[in-house]
């Protein structure tokens, strides 16, 4: 039988009970990959107590579930900081992708890139989040918008959760831009995507389908045909709704079951009820937000009431959010959204691994994965109160510490 590890001496913050879920002097149990028991040390139950094999003194540290990253484009080549310049001399970001750059110059990099330089580079991105106790990542592919190199791209996402002690999630992101292959043509190019999903899917790339809705990415029609194409497969839909103009598109995506809508700040109050009752979360990307210099906010005080799960993710890209911290964007998300620091710790953790379906993860509890993270703080408030630095001391990943 797989060895009973104790980790003892933390504070556990389990996120169980809709709060904090705090047990002072906690321990918890784990075999193999999974959470056996967790609570307070006082209340083991001997007959556990007496079967453990190793025991790790966790320093009267503050025990978090690892961090979740629900949504990153992690795998490209290049970077757009001559269009950051272009912004700050007047240009908009809209602009700047109607003259053919934003997404289309990172495809470019992009497609011009080896695999192995676009694993190296995603590789170097992936450990920055590592190290700040992320466990989970989402990454989507998007930058190549062919099938040879969405392929790639995807590869190399799934050549990370391989290598490196972290779990990867896949999204196809196809439907992102039209490439300039199909200029002027995106009828045909969502044909070709949706061609593509089922040989991608068949070579096991795909865990859930996204599209970019919006007035500088695909119509609500075109995103209705990607996601008809992805529930053919039964794979699960998410969608980047609503961020520079309203297309209704989380209406449209909730209605068909989505996992999440993300960004949301063009949402109108009337789609937020059909986000409640059809489970669909509510992602909120404060980075990007803030590198575009947005002004409109997400309507938060309405999803709150609503009782919409939110969670909050790096948006890690090239062109609007180049930010690799997950913990600045819990913070960003309380001073920007006014999430309050619960909410944005269960946005980084328990909503976020609700966004990619994962329900064995996000919180610390018997039969969970056994992903954790030990931070050198009191509170889990400081979580989204210190920003610019962090206070990881070990991170375990499926009951193993990391190197
Ligand atoms: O999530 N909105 C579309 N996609 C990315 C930005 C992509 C880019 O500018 O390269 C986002 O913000
Ligand atoms: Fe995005």
Redesign the pocket.
């Known amino acids: 039988m797989t060895n009973l590890v104790l980790w003892r001496s933390a504070r556990m913050a389990t996120l169980t009970d809709n709060g904090w879920g705090l047990i002072d002097h906690g321990a918890m149990l784990t075999r193999g990959e999974r959470i056996e028991w967790v609570g307070p040390a006082s209340e083991m139950p001997a007959e556990l107590r007496q079967r453990v094999d190793t025991e790790h003194d966790l320093g009267h540290t503050l025990v978090t579930p690892g961090l979740v990253d629900c949504h990153s ?1 992690l795998v490209y080549a290049g970077n757009r900081a001559h269009e950051f310049e272009l912004r700050l001399n007047g240009l908009s970001y809209e602009a700047i992708a109607q003259a053919g750059g ?2 289309r110059s ?1 495809v470019a990099a992009t497609r011009a890139a080896t695999e192995e330089a676009l694993f190296d580079s995603a590789e170097q991105r992936a450990r920055r989040l590592m190290a700040e106790g992320v466990t989970t990542l989402e990454i989507k592919s998007g930058y190549g918008l062919s099938l040879e190199a969405e392929a790639r791209c995807l590869r190399v996402a799934r050549r990370l959760g391989r290598e490196l002690p972290l779990s990867v999630q896949t999204t196809f992101l196809g439907a ?1 831009a039209v490439p300039p292959d199909f200029d002027g043509r995106a009828d045909e190019y969502i044909d070709a995507v949706c061609d593509w999903l089922p040989d991608l899917h068949a070579q096991g790339l795909v865990d859930a389908v996204d599209a ?1 809705c919006d007035n500088i ?1 695909f119509s609500l029609a075109h995103t209705r045909r990607v996601f008809d194409a992805a529930r053919a497969l039964g794979l699960p839909i998410k969608l ?1 709704a609503e ?1 520079l103009s309203n297309q209704h598109g989380a209406a449209m995506a909730a209605s068909l079951g989505a996992l999440s809508c993300d ?1 949301l700040e063009h949402l109108s109050e009337a789609d937020i009820p059909l986000m409640r009752r059809c489970g669909t979360v509510a992602v909120l ?1 404060p980075g ?1 937000f803030y590198f575009l210099r947005e002004t409109r906010l997400p309507p938060v005080a309405a999803l709150r009431t609503a009782g919409v799960p939110m969670a909050v993710s790096t ?1 890690h ?5 180049p930010s690799l911290s997950l913990l600045l964007m819990a913070s960003m998300a309380c001073t920007l959204f006014r999430l309050t620091p619960l909410e944005a710790v269960q946005g980084i953790t328990l909503n976020a691994a609700r966004a990619l379906g994962l329900h064995d993860r996000g919180k610390l509890a018997p039969g969970q994965r056994a992903d954790f993270v030990a931070w050198n703080l009191d509170h889990p408030n400081e979580l989204a109160y210190w920003f610019g630095h962090h206070a990881v001391a070990r991170t375990i990943q499926e009951g193993r510490e990391r190197p």
Request: no cysteine; proline share 6%; net charge negative.
């Open positions: 484009h934003g997404i990172t992102h970019f990415g980047h961020q960004h990307l990007a948006d890209n090239p062109g609007s959010s």
